[in-house]
């Protein structure tokens, strides 16, 4: 949602196009990265945007995602930016009063 | 190196050009005035002494007077690796392979185009899709979601695929860098996420940075290059520039291989000065790997930005309802910036191989290079330096100099002063749309937010960064332009 919410303003969940995918990786901040950048392929693949997600992460580090996304065209009146990497640039998880903090600079 | 320490060991050699003490393998070298060095970042500084740690780097870690902070290295940033013991690395290339610049020049005056420049600027908008989620044009129906196999010959053939479909000319391909093919190209490197990304934004300008102007002639400083080159500042000549790249096949293949080159990393003890810098020899299969991923990533650039001419050139015919002949639109350039290539030179002596990286930074070859031909073997490699959309741009030539101090490489642009985010809290879009108007430029574009991040004021003046490669011989001027009218990546036809 972060990440929609950086390209569209406002984003509404409920969008009508069903995505489910997986991502792997030992590592847990280059899982991460691998999850944002396959949502930003399928930013121009299907040209839509996640509105909404499930999300779990198996032992091992696999990342199962079933979501709900709006078509761009639908969108194209709050488009904010365009985001086409997520970098590793000064890449930050941490643990912060209970909860996962990160920080990802992505390339837009 | 602390950065403080490294500022303290920078001296000025020679006019415009800086060096600092060796700090891992190599010292930094930087080619600026004295106002650009005292504005520079320390980040840049740290960034380009963190790439001084790469195994194989030659001579210097470069920085060119349009630096600015990047991913892993700066913005304006060059460095050379030794072939055996050097190393090739997709974060130092850059997420946008080949993104580059395009100059075509037409037999069009300031005064013919003027009466029909929001017509062009608007059927160009239709022409040339731009913006998030755009489409190969309508008008080139092959195009419109090519198969694995069509973009296994796009990318692997590169400009000779555009001509065998009709869409260049041999001429054309002798007027873009590299004759337009990168022959490393091997298509069974791409991932199938890069081909997904890719097979419908053939054609397509993007979004952020990247735009289409129409300019004329402002200034000349070398009146000779400039007529070999077709190009008269007497006849307030118009012509035409834009900036794209490969789109999200290169990014995807930036970002595939960023993640299988921190893997080896981790596998082979690799400790990394930072992350985007992952790298893997440049002789491991890895490193092949990726070279021949990239390569299809430059042809696939060079290709994107040819369909694009092939539509501002149907767009032209059809506003001024002449032929493509007498409107004389032909390429005086296409320049690449972001790219790993394989180039000789003279090293102590000695011819030597080198695996060049350039980010954001554009080759720089002198008169007599052998990669030129016809009248570029006389005038040097035109290097196509683009503005802020509100300043102008410049065209300069390559020089021997180059070749021998930078691996023949210069400056890319104005570089940034501050970021996307502060720059639209700089400006409103009314303000900054009323200024550009009043300066006589006409503009269509998507969002205000895409607008008001281009401003002006969000670039080092272009006239100081490239004058300081001037009075350093790396790349001389010939020409400066001004823009008339614009197109930025977009939603929907928006006028201002």
Known sequence: ?108 | MEVQQIKKTIKEIKKNTWESERIDNVPIRIYANNNIMKKLEDGVLEQAANATSLPGILKYSYLFSDAHIGYGVPVGWAGAFDLESGIISPGVVGFDINCGMRLIRTNLSLEEIKPKIKELVDTLFKMVPAGVGSSSPATLPELKSVNRSELKEIAEEGINWSIKKGYATKADSKRIEEGGVSNHADFSKISNDAFKRGKEQLGTLGSGNHYLEIQVINKDFNRKIANNLDLDVIKNQVVIMFHTGSRGFGHQIASDYIRKFLEYSSNNNIILKDKQLAYAPFNSEEGQNYLKAMACGINFAFVNRQLITYQIRKAFKQVFKKSENDLGLEIVYDVAHNTAKVEEYNILGQKKKVIVHRKGATRSFGPGNKELSGVLKSTGQPVIVGGSMETGSYLCVGTKKAEEETFGTTLHGSGRTMSRVAARKQIDADTLINRMNKNGIYIKANSTAGLTEENGSAYKDINEVVNSMDAAGISLKVLSFKPIGNIKGSWKNTDF
Do not use: W
């Not at chain 1, 509404?12 to 901040?29: H, S, W």
């Open chain 1, 1 to 108: 949602m972060a990440l929609s919410n950086i390209m569209i303003l406002n984003v509404k969940k409920g969008g009508n196009v069903k995505l489910k995918f997986t991502v792997k990786n030992p590592n847990l901040e280059y899982l991460l990265i691998d999850f944002i950048n396959k949502i930003i392929m399928y930013k121009d693949y299907k040209k839509v945007i996640i509105t909404d997600s499930r999300i779990g992460i198996k032992k091992g580090f696999t990342l199962s995602c079933n979501a709900n996304a709006e078509k761009l065209e639908n969108l194209k009146d709050r488009f904010i930016v365009d985001i086409k990497a997520a970098t590793l640039h000064d890449l930050q998880i941490k643990k912060q009063k209970g909860l996962i903090k990160c920080k990802v600079v992505l390339d837009i």
